[in-house]
């Protein structure tokens, strides 16, 4: 079995730092939505029922730490 380290320094977990990311409620919900291929933010409000402005804050805490990318839907259309 695995032991502390002998002067009390915290280890470096990948687990925490995962859950620093997508650890909590809205973030893990907006991981769902995304996965089941939606892409309009209109859509992930509604199905994740998230206020506007936590929903814009998990998102760009999600593309920040890499999880997801934005892409322009559309070369044709003014970017959104």
């Known amino acids: ?3 502390a380290p002998a002067d009390n320094t915290p ?3 990948t687990i925490a ?7 909590d409620r809205w ?3 907006v991981v769902r ?7 309009r933010f209109t859509e992930i409000a509604r199905n994740t029922r998230a206020p506007r ?3 814009t804050a998990r998102l760009r805490k999600l593309v920040e730490h890499g999880v997801f990318a934005r892409t ?6 003014p970017q959104r």
Do not use: K, N, W
Not at 17 to 23: K, N, R
Not at 72 to 77: A, E, G, R, V
């Open 1 to 3: 079995m695995p032991t």
């Open 11 to 13: 280890r470096d977990c």
């Open 17 to 23: 730092d995962a859950l620093e990311v997508v650890g």
């Open 27 to 29: 973030s893990l919900l």
């Open 33 to 39: 939505e995304l996965f089941y291929a939606q892409r």
């Open 53 to 55: 402005h936590i929903l």
């Open 72 to 77: 322009q839907y559309s070369p044709l259309h």
